[in-house]
């Protein structure tokens, strides 16, 4: 069973989504809507909007739409029943008693406990004759009990049944286990083992303070040197950060995007403790924007070496499109920050701290890596360098920003400004004439929806699934035409399958004397209630009348009553002859 109707009514009722959606983006009114730069991709023009009459969100840049329950299981990371229990929660309302169906929020739960009870496990196994080998590891690596202590740092022994037998004995199953990547079936399926082995852990916590997950570095020359939990119901690689839970508490609205595990331990050691770390990927845009959230500044403290500073490299437009401000961190002698800490002894925190103090924004770091590609000692490696160097100057979208670094490298190279600012202007249009295509490109593919692999019909029926969709949008903002609509067109004469599912589903609801919108994000899959509110959406403010609906239901008709190709082949001469007739009919 589901949440009841009144219930889900009234929750929504109590959490504006543009009261709740302001604690995470912030939002300018626009007539009667508010519009704001997306929580859920990057970009540096709000594409954002908040309808404010029927409480619903899109974007027009990455596509998500929904109501306020979607919008908490999106930002919060959360599954609906969670999500619902947020909402209810922050307006002091009572959950009804045994109305839904909380099977993923109870494994979600179950999968948090296994972890906690795993974390614990694995942090008393270090100071255990079996864990000497990981605390001399971490002691060598300097890091203190405390440290040790406070990340819930442990060692994961060799036994290979040890953590799983040590959770069945808790009352965990073995599915429960499986779930949480906590165990691996063996491939007989007789039996479990555990994930991780003869490995350092590190647990991987959530700003909510639940443990999610795990990475492990292990103590041998073997491959691989570091694992990670896969993705499981409760945790992503690619959405989740190491060490948020403690930098969103320092205070402060700089991170620190440091490589790996023992860089943010060593650097929060330090006395830094707005330091994360990705978790074994490159950065990606969903981390990029889950720091927006708690910062409006990124210090990229990546190793000096090849790999970091392709890494560095890589990381700079994701952040820059995600909104934040970005220095680049230069370490000396090519040291990473746990080595270089170290190496500085009692002095490791305030020469790190003057290091930081040093650190250039991204400009200026792409613009010294870019001196080392070329001679500037001659004319065609100065040419070079000022074309590739503009390149990135025209990237800049402050025109004062950019001012200031065209200036400083006229002056470096006694070039005319007026010149350089003429190539600054070429790629700009060289760029928007670039955008332009792209933007008509993906709006040809729209139209003919040719791009659209969610509603494949779409592309191959056209006319009527334009008609169809219309005509939903119609259904869900008129419910009380429901009765006249089913009565002029059945399911059946829908084309579009994804457009039938829709009609089907809104009827039935009507019918039934429900909201046709209150339950979506519970019954469609994240995909398609996107879709219902881009439709909806798309027809926000188009006047549907009772003249448009019925041209839509005249078209749906028409297309309805076309054979198909494999019957018109087989129609004997009289029967096309009439089919033809029907059509020249029709169109007069």
Not at 83 to 100: C, F, H, I, T, W
Not at 511 to 528: I, W
Not at 553 to 563: M, N, T
């Amino acid at each position: 069973m589901k949440f009841t109707e009144s219930f889900l009514q009234e929750l929504k009722m109590r959490n504006e989504l543009a009261d709740v959606a302001a604690s995470y983006v912030s939002l300018k009114r626009r007539g009667r809507n508010l519009i704001g730069l997306c929580p859920f991709h990057g970009e540096k023009t709000p594409s954002f909007n908040i309808y404010t009459e029927d409480n619903h969100f899109y974007c027009f840049g990455c596509g998500a739409g929904g109501d306020v329950i979607s919008f908490i299981m999106r930002i919060e990371n959360l599954d609906y029943v969670e999500a619902v229990k947020y909402l209810a929660q922050r307006a002091g309302m009572d959950l009804p008693e045994n109305s839904y169906d909380d099977s993923m929020s109870r494994l979600r739960k179950r999968i948090f406990e296994a972890n906690r009870e795993a974390a614990h496990f694995y942090y008393k196994s270090l100071y255990l004759p079996v864990g000497r080998e990981g605390l001399d590891y971490f002691h060598c690596r300097m890091l203190s009990d405390r440290t040790i202590r406070h990340f819930g740092l442990g060692f994961a022994d060799d036994d290979w049944t040890s953590l799983t037998a040590h959770l069945k004995s808790l009352g965990f199953s073995e599915n429960e286990l499986v779930a949480a990547n906590l165990a691996v079936q063996r491939r007989s399926g007789n039996g479990v083992y555990d994930r991780f082995t003869n490995r350092v852990m590190f647990p991987i916590i959530d700003p909510r303070g639940n443990v999610i997950a795990f990475g492990g570095r292990i103590m041998t020359d073997q491959k691989p040197k570091y694992l990670n939990t896969a993705d499981t119901p409760v945790f992503k690689k690619s959405e989740n950060l190491f060490s948020l839970n403690n930098a969103k508490n320092s205070g402060s609205r700089t991170l620190l995007l440091c490589e790996g595990y023992m860089d943010v331990i060593a650097v929060n050691q330090a006395g830094f403790s707005n330091a994360v770390a990705t978790l074994g990927t490159s950065l990606t845009t969903e981390q990029a924007m889950l720091m927006k959230r708690y910062a409006d500044e990124v210090i990229i403290c990546y190793d000096a070496d090849e790999a970091g500073q392709k890494a560095t490299s890589r990381a700079i437009p994701i952040l820059r499109d995600a909104g934040l401000v970005i220095r680049v961190l230069t370490i000396p002698n090519g040291k990473d920050p746990d080595e270089f800490i170290r190496s500085k002894g009692a002095d490791g925190p305030a020469a790190f701290a003057a290091v930081i103090e040093r650190s250039g924004n991204d400009i200026d770091y792409r613009l010294q890596k870019l001196r080392g590609e070329f001679n500037l000692e001659t004319s065609d490696g100065k040419v070079a360098y000022l074309e590739a160097a503009s390149k990135i100057i025209a990237s800049v979208v402050s025109p004062i920003e950019r001012d200031v670094y065209a200036s400083k490298l006229c002056k470096e190279f006694e070039i005319d400004k007026t010149a350089f600012n003429a190539q600054l202007q070429k790629l700009d249009k060289s760029r928007s004439r670039e955008e332009n295509r792209r933007q008509q490109q993906k709006i040809r593919a729209e139209l003919s929806g040719t791009a659209d692999r969610f509603d494949a019909d779409r592309a191959k029926e056209r006319r009527s699934s334009s008609a169809e969709e219309a005509l939903v949008v119609y259904l869900v903002n008129n419910p009380d035409s429901c009765d006249y609509i089913s009565s002029e067109i059945s399911p059946g004469q829908f084309k579009n399958s994804l457009m039938r599912r829709y009609y089907e589903y809104f009827l039935e609801r009507i019918k039934s004397g429900k909201d046709p919108l209150n339950n979506t994000t519970a019954d469609f899959s994240r995909e398609e209630n996107n879709r219902v509110y881009k439709m909806l959406t798309k027809y926000a403010g188009v006047a549907q009348t009772k003249q448009t609906l019925g041209e839509y239901i005249k078209v749906i008709r028409e297309e309805s009553a076309k054979p198909k190709r494999g019957d018109v082949e087989k129609m004997s001469g009289d029967e096309l002859n009439a089919y033809l007739e029907k059509i020249r009919n029709s169109k007069k």
